[in-house]
């Protein structure tokens, strides 16, 4: 095992290596919802489109479902063997699930075998990203000093933001090479092997990272490959209820204004696809500049008030976003209200890395921040398209908007309750 990097250039060699290969692992990771609208049709035929996304959804919000499998199998595995070793393993996995989607054939070709094995490319991704952020938070969390550990976690939704918006890059590119025929022909297949590809380069990356001197500094002081991690968590019920309930509101109103307004802007307020993918490219250019703002903020005021500001935020201010946006036909107040909606977000994702790894002491950090919150995002999460989309189906879209509300407001009651983690980290024990 390496030693440490003592210095701060390497330190940030570090996370940057591990920043990136997060980024490929979240760009393959959103491919998926961002082509889907050209995707569905090939792996399920049928007339009606909302029919189609909804069933696409369905896999999606299924990749989810195996998250908390990942997040307590790559956690058990880090906090055994080095975040470094799981970092590694979990950019396989996705590299696997992208080459599958890629050269899976469409249904007329192989009729359920094609449904049948995108959902085994999903599932193996769902086990792949499940791992990774336990994994990645903790590592971002480590490495980083206590001044500036806001600011260099942020990093995690930085690389998660810009693999979404990559994937949306991507797609524009493709919009303006090849026409809707093409892209629904073969054209969607593109991104996928680009992601396959770039995964290569997030092993090189991630190759050479450093190992965190608070695992090295544990693995050195006890015996790391007998220790069970699970029975070890189980005596923080606290923390690992804390991470649920902070996690319930950001994950829901995180996917409802990044994932979902591809297709609401499309199905529900009737721009064209084209409209959609730059209005939501725009806004994810912007929560990218906004998640080391947010972050550096929480090293100076806590993590608290900025985690209190994104609740109160969602609670009081998704109804009328949503509302508002499923009225607008122009691009800029669509922007400008979606804009909006990650301001208040980021006060959550910024944050949320740091806050979950700061809870918990070395031998079962990775785990402690990895299965509670991949659980609460498979159902919660993962299941926000479908939710939405069936609610649709039924005519009672509004009554999604009143959900999202609901949830923020449970979190914002644990954000209001629980103790600064700032001033009380457990990182700092080692």
Known sequence: MSAPPPRTAARI???????????VEWYDWYVYTAFALYFSPVFFPGQNSTVQLLQTAAIFALGFLVRPLGGWLMGEYADRHGRKAALLLSVWLMCGGSLLIALTPGYRRIGLWAPALLLLARLLQGMSVGGEYGTSATYLSEMADARHRGFYSSFQYV?????????????????QLLTPAELQAWGWRVPFVIGAAAALVALYL???????????TQ?????????????????YPREVLTVVGLTLGGTLAFYTFTIYPQKFLVNTAGFTVEQSTRISTA????ALLLQPLMGALSDRVGRRPVLLFFGVGATLGTVPLLTALSQTRSSWVAFGLLALAMLI?????AIN?????????????????????????????????T????????????????????CAAISLLVYWRMPDTKHTSRIEEE
Do not use: C
């Open 159 to 175: 690389t998660l933001v810009a693999g979404q918006l990559l994937a949306l890059v991507v797609q524009l590119g493709l919009q």
């Open 206 to 216: 991630r190759q050479h990272m450093h190992e965190t001197t608070s695992f090295v």
């Open 283 to 286: 806004v994810l250019a912007v």
């Open 387 to 406: 939710i939405a989309l069936q609610l649709k189906a039924w005519h009672q879209e509004p009554l999604f908007y009143w959900y999202v509300s609901l």
């Open 13 to 23: 060699r570090s996370i940057v290596s591990g920043s990136i290969g997060n980024l």
């Open 219 to 235: 693995a050195a002081a006890a015996d790391v490959a007998t220790e069970s991690r699970l029975r070890g968590l189980l005596r």
């Open 353 to 385: 890395a740091v806050v979950k790894a700061e809870l918990f002491p070395t031998p079962v950090r990775a785990l402690g921040v990895g299965l509670p919150y991949a659980l609460t995002v498979a159902l919660f999460g993962g299941t926000a398209e």
């Open 345 to 349: 977000v980021s006060g959550y994702t």
